[in-house]
């Protein structure tokens, strides 16, 4: 099971990585504000965004990472980026997949506002990094939460 709030204050100690462009929404901004935001504009910091990620896990924080770095345009999955195995190699962390549903339905790309809907989160088995590639961390990431995502209520 997956748990953010806890006596250890793991939700505290938990960072998102989020564009610059989706930090301008009220909601967001103030996580930004507490500095649990790990701002990553592909074009300008990868790799400084990468060393503040590192940083987190150096001391011990949590980093939630959307593989695919951004919303479906078609509610498919689309192609994972390697930043998250990367980290999860080089540390020796183990990776918690999560598989969202209905979030297209909720709000799909495009959309400033959420509409009325239900959305389930999904904690998967672990994955650890052990001696795989990035490729095969990335691939078996991805085959993990297409199965999860095919799961019925």
Known sequence: MCRF?????????????????????????LFAGKKQVIKVDVEKNLKESLQKAA????????????????????????MFKKSFAILAKEFNIPIIPVAIHGTFEVMPKGRFWPKRGNIRITCL????????SYDEIVEEVKLRIEEGLKEKD
């Open 5 to 29: 709030y806890s006596s250890t204050g793991s939700f505290q100690r938990t960072y998102f990585v989020a564009k610059p462009k989706f930090l301008t929404a009220l909601l967001i901004a």
């Open 55 to 78: 940083a987190v896990l150096k001391a011990g924080g949590n980093v939630l990472i959307y593989p695919e770095g951004t919303r479906t345009k078609n509610g498919k999955l689309g």
């Open 125 to 132: 088995h672990t994955i650890t990094p052990c001696e795989k």
